[in-house]
DNA sequence: CTGTTAGCGCGTTCAG
DNA sequence: CTGAACGCGCTAACAG
């Protein structure tokens, strides 16, 4: 099966009677200055024949692709998410996004992607949390490509023209404040050191949140990388015997708290309290629903896009601040109130 | 911002002192009959200048962009998840493979990203569960490009090169035996017609299973779609004194079916026992655990990356059935039995 | 082993 | 409003 020759303008011209400017002109610029005529002779010529425009030839001829590239960690949770509401986004824009994932955090992946992406010649870029250091970035994406981060806290702005950030450290700052008003006497964040950069940000919430309104409140700050979480749990529940205030890395670890939890039969919200993050459809349909915050994707999305537009359409970053913050919404369930 | 004048393979020619002609043999072909000095000036050279290959000259000149292209319905659990695979396997073969979702099922978006990947010259297709017609997608996809199906059952062969299927029949026809087995006086289907030809395997296989291991035992086939879990769990539970068993659409299903008989106190699996698909990681982190059928996302896309090879490189079919069946794997857990 | 040349399919002048 | 001609960056023969 060689390629069966596809058709190409020039066929259509012959077809329709006219020269391949005249059907440029009309298929892929919007009939702009044409006569109606012309115009009807060239798409029906163009339909019987099944034209259809070849992406790699118009795109070298004007330097400009249409598409932009996107790199994520891995497809599941947040980032499918996100990555469909960036691909709407980017479509409103006239755009394509092509998605890669980077097998969970492998640079060598990562890379290989970029550097695909960059052969490409994508219009732009959009990266979540590159595992690359700042150095081999730099390397890689000093081709004059747009590079428009997610959760990307503090980079060289010679790298990247901006970041769209999840307000992690507030929520988790608030979550502490849930927790201790509601009467908690130690309060433990679940962090996950595979998430470098976002557990970062979380502990940096956590911190300071301890600091505002954890007066009199014990801390704990342990990683759940191969943590059996019911041997901790007891653990916790025998040091403490009033309430547990948790902080989870996510909804996910939330569930297994959760679950350990109701295994042994520790009363929720009572003995301990739970506050997840990300608003997982788990974290709704767990029993009792987890407390959790809520990620505005479409919000998120549309930064992402925008900060994006603005660079590859050479426009004023219209004042807008380099790193957006973009806040979370605290959905309260029944890990940390009675119904 | 106009795009900054990417180096050329002209450039590095006369970087190096060679003809352009060289320069793709060293840079892009292998370094196939050259001096070694050559090969050592040219890299040199294209080191320097920060030379990068032009996907879309390369791909125009020879008609073969070595990209494949992905249709999925979302980004989310399962589909996630073979993307992945599928990414990887694609990479094995010297492909590179573009995702696209098709926003849950909306045959616009589905035939847009078609129109995008065929446009692009894609060298091959897959594509999950097309929710567009045969008529549809005969028109679109009659470009001689290869299409193998994931999940699709009973597609013509002038559309389709072929398809990988997962084996849903026969998981929920053994699921019944399970069931049945385990003493169960009435077995319940919880659909999903939203997915609609997996929807249809199930319930095959749950009918097959039922006519095969359901002598003396009632049964129900109920959707899930705006369902109230809880009012019918309740009323499944008065109707039946006994152990009843639930065959849930995937494990977001089972999850809430989890949910809701945790908080009516339903003894699981004494009373209710249930299985779910996909052996999703909330299966394993549940409470309890959901037993389900575990998916070969491996075997799954190397079987769909390999039949499109075959058609690609125009290789005979090495004997393979045009629909293979992948076999799901039963996982055990406390939904159905006592630890 | 290396250089020359002719396209690949389309966008874009610039005369008519 | 139309048509001829050139160039985008690269590959694939074919000469040398």
Not at 196 to 201: F, L, P
Not at 221 to 249: C, N, P, W
């Amino acid at each position: 099966m060689t390629k069966p020759k596809q058709v190409t303008i020039v066929e259509v011209a012959e077809a329709a009677g006219v020269s391949i400017a005249t059907v440029s002109n009309v298929l892929n610029r919007g009939g702009i200055r044409s006569s109606k005529e012309t115009i009807r002779k060239v798409e029906l010529a163009a339909e019987q024949l099944g034209y259809r425009r070849n992406t790699m030839a118009a795109g070298l001829s004007r330097n400009k692709t249409y598409e932009i590239g996107l790199i994520i960690p891995a497809m599941a949770g947040y980032y499918g998410q996100l990555a469909e509401h960036l691909q709407i986004e980017a479509h409103h824009a006239g755009y394509h996004l092509s998605v890669f994932s980077s097998g969970g955090f492998d640079p060598d992946i990562e890379r290989r992607h970029l550097e695909v992406l960059l052969q490409r010649r994508v219009d732009g870029l959009i990266c979540h949390g590159l595992a690359m250091g700042f150095e081999t970035t730099r390397s890689i994406v000093n081709s004059g490509t747009p590079l428009v981060l997610i959760n990307g806290w503090g980079w060289p702005e010679d790298i990247a023209t901006g970041a769209v950030n999840l307000g992690f450290a507030g929520a988790c700052l608030q979550s502490v404040k849930v927790l201790a008003d509601h009467g908690c006497e130690t309060i433990c964040y679940l962090g996950s050191k595979r998430s470098k950069v976002i557990d970062e940000q979380r502990l940096i919430g956590f911190d300071a949140g301890m600091a505002q309104f954890g007066g009199g409140v014990s801390q704990e700050i342990v990683d759940t990388m191969g943590l059996d979480i019911e041997a901790y749990l007891r653990d916790l529940m025998q040091r403490h015997a009033k309430s547990v205030g948790v902080v989870a890395f996510d909804d996910h670890v939330a569930l297994r708290v959760l679950s350990a939890a109701n295994k042994m039969n520790i009363d929720i919200p009572g003995r301990l309290k739970l506050i997840g993050i990300n608003n997982d459809y788990i974290a709704k349909e767990s029993y009792p629903g987890i407390s959790s915050w809520d990620i505005p994707y479409n919000d998120q999305a549309q930064m992402a896009i925008n900060k994006l537009m603005h660079k590859i359409g050479n426009k004023a970053e219209s004042g807008e601040d380099r790193e957006i913050e973009v806040p979370l919404t605290f959905i309260e369930r029944g890990t940390t109130k009675l119904q």
